[in-house]
DNA sequence: CTTGGAAAGTCAACAAGGCTGACGTAAATT
DNA sequence: AATTTACGTCAGCCTTGTTGACTTTCCAAG
């Protein structure tokens, strides 16, 4: 992968230009990303908040809303009210910690989980549609591209996630 | 999941925990994308509405406000308020059609281009570092994968840009 | 043991940026 | 002449982000 001369072969894929098309790719294939679940959403009370709040939920069952706060970014206001409602409806079960009381640990209830599942199906359809249509070799590319994109703290968290220590 | 003989050279790139760690690379990568242009933004009065106006406006100088809604996918009334305070501010010219006289065309003033340069520049250090960190064969997975996951009408609209053909 | 601070979570209020609906105007099309 | 199209605007709503102030709980230093 080496070559002549001086640093590359050939580094034409660093253009600004196809920088571009890449910076631009991303932004539509994410409003194709969420576009599925965002149609579930509407028909319910809920938003992409609720669905981002939901899927890492369902990923590190008995988390806690510090650590989810961390994964997700937001401030502890904004994710409170969204798990207040989640909470009141019934799709989130939210306990004391048992060795820190200050901690409450999530877990959905059988509700949260159906709902979950009915949102990641959904997203799931249009990501395998994709994957096969692109093909094993593009789908490793895409992925290393995504992490290297990614902040070095946020790189981390998807780490441990993709790795089962949640 | 997969029947032996069949077609496959091992499908197991589509199981649902890959695909699991796929969406998960979009949700961290995404937030990566916007997070330089974002603070840049920050200390101005402006938010990602205006800096994805800017964009698009800079690839097709003289579009439509119609056309420009059509590649955003808001409504006119979201567009229009972004709008009128970059025009305001002098970011942004906006010109009567020749033609037809309904029609306002859209550029960006030398200030506009200015930031324009600023947010891409910034947008793109990202994007080549994780480019450069994953090669090219990667670089082109990427993008078929993304393609790959667009709307159909979106994919249109980008292979339009893509191809110049504003 | 007490006390002071840090940490986890909650409540209140505000802003950005989506949305719908209704309306106005000018220009183009039928 | 009537209708449609492109654009702008006002009003009001919702989601989801923000900051600031507050309570409860825990822990460590005095």
């Known amino acids: 992968m080496r070559e002549p001369g001086a640093g590359g072969e050939s ?9 571009r098309k890449g910076i631009e790719a991303m932004f539509f294939a994410y409003r194709g990303f969420t576009a599925d679940p965002d149609r579930i959403l509407d028909g319910l ?7 981002r709040a939901i899927h890492f939920i369902h990923r590190s069952p008995g988390t806690t809303v510090n ?6 970014g937001v401030t502890k ?6 798990l207040r ?5 019934g ?10 009381k200050r901690e409450r640990h999530l877990f959905l209830t059988a509700k949260g989980a159906e709902l979950e599942r009915q949102l990641s199906d959904a997203q799931r359809v ?15 590319g895409f992925r290393q591209v995504l992490e290297a994109m990614m902040d070095p ?10 790795e089962g220590r949640a």
């Open 126 to 140: 249009r990501m395998r549609a994709a994957y096969r249509a692109a093909g094993p070799a593009a789908v490793q």
């Open 77 to 82: 206001q904004s994710l409170n009210r969204v």
């Open 67 to 72: 650590n989810l706060l961390s994964i997700l």
């Open 153 to 162: 703290d946020l790189r981390r968290q998807y780490q441990a996630l993709k």
């Open 45 to 51: 009370d809920y938003g992409r908040a609720h669905h």
């Open 91 to 100: 799709l989130v079960e939210s306990r004391v910690g048992k060795r820190d």
């Open 11 to 19: 580094l034409l894929f660093l253009t600004d230009e196809q920088l």
């Open 85 to 89: 409602t989640l909470i009141e409806d």
